[in-house]
């Protein structure tokens, strides 16, 4: 059985894995919906930070469902 701060480890795991999936998703989504064309320009130059942060944030949560997996055999 893992440890309580074993568990808080992992719940932080996710917690950072949805947080940057779901920023790097707004990032690459707002130059489509922002109304703004300063802001549309301004967000479609950050492209790049956008997948970097929905990759990352995909990596954070592949490796918090490997652990959970793993903890269930």
Known sequence: MPSF???KQDS???LKG???ALIG???LLAPYIA???DVREMMAQGHVV???ALVLG???LARY???RWRGRR
């Open 25 to 27: 998703v707004i990032i």
């Open 35 to 37: 109304r703004s064309p």
């Open 50 to 52: 956008g997948w970097f």
């Open 12 to 14: 932080e795991l996710l």
């Open 18 to 20: 949805a947080v940057c």
């Open 5 to 7: 701060s074993q568990r």
């Open 58 to 60: 995909c990596a954070f």
């Open 65 to 67: 469902g490997l652990i």
